[in-house]
């Protein structure tokens, strides 16, 4: 269970202080790397305690339009897994307790090398992986070198993950638990509150690991009704979408698209926050 | 089985049969698939079918097996090919199935693989997802197969019956490659029995412009399976091109991978411009239009039927009819309709 150190000891002290944890995502690379990095850079201060940086590919199949349009404009920028493992690298520099997961899929880590990725992730600062592509059948692909080096390997389920398959796919998870909160795609549907404490009532039964819920939660009132029944609440589309409104009204100001952004965050650290 | 026997003259060398799998219905084998698949929808309780289609073939096949079911239907299909294929757009539409455009990334067949995976998880639990290839994710690379595999066992009894013996050479033609896999799949085991799968060459191998994943792309993951592909040093997945809707896939089923590994299959490539003179050639002697993706493998059996001796039987899977083409062709041959 002791695996990545950072994920680990942030769920334990959100817990010693009593409060659900804010996943943001962003993709590495969009609009452009130097603002990626900045806005990574800035979001712990907003208020995010796990970031979760999407690694650009061109096919990714269970994003919604939202992230599919934001890896297509981080490609067209060049950004490359080795240019996403180094976005960790920079912003360790000045931050070393913020959890970082890389979200994505399996092809270019294949492409690129399982080994080498992990090692220069590691190296730069990684926590966590998440791929989707990637089911616990082929555990030995990417999980479990992974695991044996201390980065934690996130799985995610959904509404149809039924009581006989949960376990499989708890199995070699640690870190958290990414709790899929409606039957679609990222950035799509509305979240039922009533259906998602349902299912995590039964994955609470079978495991004590964190879990974190997302896809589809956009506003800071959804994030504080989530923030309720789970141990995190992890926003991407919308956090994306402002990222890229605020670029494009202004592409040249950074200043104006970290506050824009901050104040966006800031807002669903606020819902959470509140929940007592 | 068809004992194409002008074309076997023309080109003075092994005698050519074909395997005439565009005389379907629906003309082409894609039906094999989808009458397959329907049923176990059926059998499943899924009351609601979604597709995706490149040419426009599956697509029909499938709003064609959903009407005959009473199912609804929703074919997904890139933007780019919409446009091109626009009869078979219509004939969907006539079947009752209701066709969505997909505007995302290079608009055609990958791009209709995604999001019909996208719908599919949002509606799994009443939908099912009718693949038209050998592709994806398990278990449909190996049901596409033994749908397929009809092909050959026909193949097999046939040219027993016309011949008396196994065949020299099968060929076939190779998108994702589920007519190619049918036909071999009942002979992989006949080690006399050549195999030969033909890629789309597209403008030249030596070109960026190709849809050859087997004799260029190297080993990848994409809808769920590990194949070749055409893809950069990052691993993102590159356009595939061919003049057939067809062929056009970066990708290719898994178990063609898997045979060329351990090289039970010899793959080859074709050009546009060979296929494009097949079709014409085919046309002439035989009086069929073939589909462009058969007119890749008949431009391979031009290549090697002259050098082969005259006791030497090539069987060619001639896996679709080319009315759907004749835009295409008209176009590439300079001709206005």
């Given at each position: ?276 | ?19 005439r799998d565009e005389l379907n219905?629906t003309g082409a084998h894609k ?23 490149g040419a426009g073939q599956?697509?029909v ?24 294929q626009?009869?078979n ?84 033609c190779?998108g994702?490659?589920?007519n ?62 061919s003049i057939s809707a067809g062929l ?27 296929a494009l003179?097949a079709f014409?050639?085919c046309a002439?002697?035989?009086?069929i239009l073939p589909a462009l993706e058969p007119s890749h493998a008949l ?18 899977n001639l896996c679709g009819r080319g009315d759907k083409d004749v835009?295409t062709v ?8």
């Open positions: 269970m002791i695996r990545g150190r950072r994920i680990e000891n942030k769920f334990i002290k959100l817990k010693e202080e009593n409060k659900t944890g804010l996943i943001t995502f962003i993709t590495a690379g969009d609009p452009n790397y130097n603002i990626s990095l900045e806005v990574m850079k800035s979001l712990p201060a907003s208020g995010a305690d796990i970031i979760e940086i999407g690694m650009p590919f061109t096919d990714p199949m269970a994003d919604g339009p939202g992230i599919q349009a934001s890896y297509l404009r981080a490609l067209k920028e060049g950004q490359n897994l080795k240019k996403t493992i180094e976005l960790i690298k920079n912003f360790r520099k000045d931050n070393d307790n913020t959890p970082v997961v890389l979200m994505g899929y399996y092809n270019p880590i294949y492409k690129f090398g399982v080994k080498k990725f992990l090692k220069e992730a590691k190296e730069a600062g990684l926590d966590g992986l998440i791929i989707v592509d990637l089911p616990p059948e082929a555990d030995e692909e990417v999980c479990n070198p992974a695991n044996k080096m201390n980065i934690d390997f996130i799985r995610l389920a959904t509404p149809t993950s039924s009581i006989n398959r949960l376990p499989t796919i708890i199995k070699n998870s640690s870190g958290f638990l990414y709790y899929v909160s409606v039957l679609g795609i990222t950035g799509s549907k509305t979240p039922k509150i009533e259906n998602i404490k349902k299912n995590i009532k039964i994955i609470k039964s079978l495991t004590n690991i964190p879990i974190a819920v997302g896809f589809g939660i956009k506003t800071p009132i959804q994030a504080y009704n989530i923030s309720k029944i789970s141990d995190a609440v992890v926003v991407g589309s919308a956090i994306i979408e402002k990222i890229n409104e605020a670029y494009n009204k202004n592409s040249s100001d950074v200043d104006f698209i970290l506050n824009e952004t901050s104040v966006f965050v800031k807002s669903l650290s606020n819902a959470i926050n509140k929940k007592n | 089985m068809y004992f194409a026997s002008r074309i076997t003259r023309e080109l003075g060398g092994a005698k050519v049969y074909f395997k219905h039906i094999n698939n989808c009458i397959g698949q329907v049923l176990l929808a059926k059998r499943m309780g899924k009351n609601k079918i979604i597709a995706e289609t599956h697509g096949a499938t709003a064609t097996v959903c009407a005959l079911f009473g199912l609804p239907c929703t074919v997904y299909m890139g933007a780019k090919d919409i446009e091109r626009a009869p757009v219509f004939r969907m539409k006539l079947l009752g199935a209701k066709i969505v455009a997909v505007e995302s990334g290079s608009q055609s067949l990958k791009d209709a693989m995604n999001e019909a995976l996208r719908a599919w998880v949002s509606s799994v639990e009443d939908t099912f997802y009718i693949i038209g290839t050998a592709a994806g994710p398990h278990p449909y690379p190996m049901l596409v197969r033994d749908f397929q595999a009809v092909i050959g066992e026909e193949t097999k009894e046939q040219i027993i019956e016309a011949e008396g013996r196994l065949p020299d050479s099968l060929i076939a190779i994702g490659g589920s190619a896999l049918g036909l071999f799949y009942p002979f992989l085991d006949d080690v006399s029995v050549s195999l030969y799968g033909v890629e789309a060459a597209g403008k030249g191998l030596k070109t960026k412009e190709h849809a050859a994943s087997l004799s260029l792309g190297s080993p990848g993951v994409l809808h769920g399976n590990r194949t070749y592909l055409l893809h950069d040093e990052d691993g993102q997945i590159i356009e595939a091109h056009d896939y970066p990708g290719v089923g898994p178990e063609h991978s898997y045979l060329k590994d351990v090289k039970r299959v010899n793959y080859v490539g074709i050009k546009d411009d060979e003179e014409k050639f002439k002697l035989e009086g431009g391979y059996v031009m290549k090697i039927a002259p050098k082969l001796d005259k006791n030497h039987i090539i069987i060619m835009f008209a176009d590439a041959l300079g001709v206005k309709l």
